[in-house]
């Protein structure tokens, strides 16, 4: 299984600012700890998320000389994307599309189809500069605003991607909708549809709810996990009330009990998990 942690969705909705330094300290401990994928931060707004306004200064100041971690970055539009694709160390570039029209304005202030323009111009930057695109779908399990939602509506999105060459698409369960009977669902539907694809799977969850919906993707064959440390995080534009991230810690403890290897440096994790704590 490969995890990507995702400090960046932890931090996005804190109140309070993390100082530059603390976040460079603490994201230079998890790089040592093993994850295939960093989510370190984001190119967007910083009216819109001030917490990230600090990422470029964060990513000069990260040691990527004893780690095999890859650096991902959010975008939300071409210009974010034009200033993530200038910087070697980022190997992926994402963006959150969304299969509800609602959260797409909520989220980007475009409308689904001005978002697909986006992300084929996106995706041709990428290509440019020996990038990777990875796609979210955003509300992709079902979502609270009243818009139409269906697996065969994620693997519509699913397929329009496909079209453009896209092969890194993680349906994502932005407000914690998802239960283990939807996530198998949805996943055994795109593993019918798409079997030359791997998808990976970005979920919230309420407390307690985490080992279960691990459970249930690792059933549908999913072969990514998104993450974060202590549970953290969650969309500032999505909810009033945030449903956090799936906490690491449990998703490395139900893979454990499953048999499958993380590859992860649990030394590390340790020190990471209270450096969490400390800075969080």
């Known amino acids: 299984?490969?995890?990507?942690?995702?400090?960046?969705?932890?931090?996005?909705?804190?109140?309070?600012?993390?100082?530059?330094?603390?976040?460079?300290?603490?994201?230079?401990?998890?790089?040592?700890?093993?994850?295939?994928?960093?989510?370190?931060?984001?190119?967007?707004?910083?009216?819109?998320?001030?917490?990230?306004?600090?990422?470029?200064?964060?990513?000069?100041?990260?040691?990527?000389?004893?780690?095999?971690?890859?650096?991902?970055?959010?975008?939300?539009?071409?210009?974010?994307?034009?200033?993530?694709?200038?910087?070697?160390?980022?190997?992926?570039?994402?963006?959150?599309?969304?299969?509800?029209?609602?959260?797409?304005?909520?989220?980007?202030?475009?409308?689904?189809?001005?978002?697909?323009?986006?992300?084929?111009?996106?995706?041709?930057?990428?290509?440019?500069?020996?990038?990777e695109l990875v796609v979210y779908l955003s509300m992709g399990f079902g979502n609270p605003y009243g818009d139409l939602y269906s697996p065969e509506l994620v693997i519509d999105f699913t397929s329009r991607l496909a079209d453009l060459g896209i092969r890194h698409i993680v349906p994502s369960d932005t407000v914690g909708t998802a239960t283990p009977e939807t996530i198998t669902l949805l996943f055994d539907s795109l593993a019918d549809a798409f079997p030359l694809y791997s998808f990976g799977a970005h979920l919230h969850a309420l407390p307690g709810e985490a080992p279960a919906k691990v459970r249930a993707a690792v059933r549908a064959g999913v072969k990514r996990l998104d993450g974060a440390i202590g549970g953290l995080g969650g969309c500032p534009m999505a909810a009033d009330t945030l449903t956090g991230n799936l906490p690491t810690e449990e998703i490395v403890a139900t893979l454990g009990t499953l048999g499958i290897e993380t590859g992860l440096d649990m030394a590390a994790f340790s020190r990471a998990i209270q450096l969490s704590r400390d800075i969080m």
């Open 1 to 131: 299984m490969l995890l990507t942690e995702c400090p960046r969705d932890a931090m996005q909705g804190l109140t309070h600012f993390i100082p530059t330094a603390d976040k460079i300290r603490y994201l230079n401990a998890l790089l040592q700890v093993g994850f295939d994928t960093l989510d370190f931060g984001s190119f967007v707004s910083p009216k819109a998320v001030p917490q990230m306004q600090d990422t470029a200064d964060v990513l000069a100041g990260l040691d990527l000389s004893t780690t095999q971690t890859k650096l991902l970055a959010i975008v939300a539009n071409q210009r974010g994307a034009e200033q993530a694709v200038g910087y070697e160390a980022i190997r992926y570039v994402g963006f959150p599309l969304s299969v509800s029209e609602t959260f797409q304005q909520r989220n980007t202030n475009k409308s689904i189809q001005e978002a697909l323009v986006d992300v084929a111009a996106i995706h041709a930057l990428c290509q440019q500069a020996d990038k």
